[in-house]
């Protein structure tokens, strides 16, 4: 019979989840994380497998519990629900003090191409993030709430885009009126 575990598995996938964010996939060693989990080595390979299990494991965590998946979970798409979202990038990306991005931006730009297990994983919250805009926009379209200039599907993407930079360009440049400025006029395509 195995040994119950000596420690909160959830709080020790946490703490892998801050690690791989401060310090990306590829420099972070299994010695690294267990000693940010709190754990030894041999618990988190017997808990978690190894490193690109854990990895992924803190990729869903993240998902689960970030503002990027909250979107993907968001069973109402409007327009007003993407100024929303924006919004709330804007100002968790200004709340970062410790300038450490996005997991999933951080991870496309990381990840190798070898690896398309992992790259899929991001991209596919990226697709989800992307048709939830299209939605949106399509809803707002029907509505005539949104212009008709362009197809939904492009402007989606054009939001996507935006997204994207202002989570790159807050670790940088975290300045609020420049990424209030790039959600603001990413929105306006949208208007009428």
């Known amino acids: 019979m195995a040994r119950p575990r ?3 598995e959830a ?5 892998a989840v801050e ?14 994380l267990a000693s940010a989990m709190g754990i030894t080595g041999a618990s988190l390979y017997n808990a978690f497998g190894d490193k690109r299990a854990l990895f992924k ?7 689960e519990t970030g503002i990027e998946g909250r979107v993907i979970r968001e069973r109402q798409s409007t327009v007003h629900a993407i100024e929303e979202f924006f919004k709330d990038i804007v100002d968790y990306s200004i709340k970062d003090k410790s300038r450490k991005g996005c997991l999933l931006v951080n991870s496309a ?9 992992l790259k899929g994983v991001v991209s596919d919250v990226f697709v989800e993030i992307e048709a939830f ?9 029907e509505q005539g709430e949104v212009s008709t200039g362009l197809p939904a599907a492009d402007l989606a993407r054009l939001l ?3 997204l994207l930079g202002i989570r790159v360009l807050a670790r940088v440049r975290p ?5 209030e400025s790039i959600a603001r006029s990413a929105l306006l395509v949208l208007k009428r």
Not at 58 to 63: G, K, T
């Open 11 to 15: 709080a020790a996938l946490d703490a």
């Open 133 to 141: 805009f299209r939605r949106a926009i399509a809803g707002g379209q």
């Open 57 to 63: 494991m803190a990729l869903a965590r993240y998902i």
């Open 6 to 8: 000596e420690f909160d």
């Open 175 to 179: 300045n609020r009126a420049l990424l």
């Open 160 to 162: 996507l885009g935006a």
């Open 109 to 117: 730009l990381e990840l190798s191409d070898e690896d398309t297990e």
């Open 19 to 32: 690690h791989f964010w401060l310090h990306g996939y590829q420099s972070t060693s299994v010695r690294e």
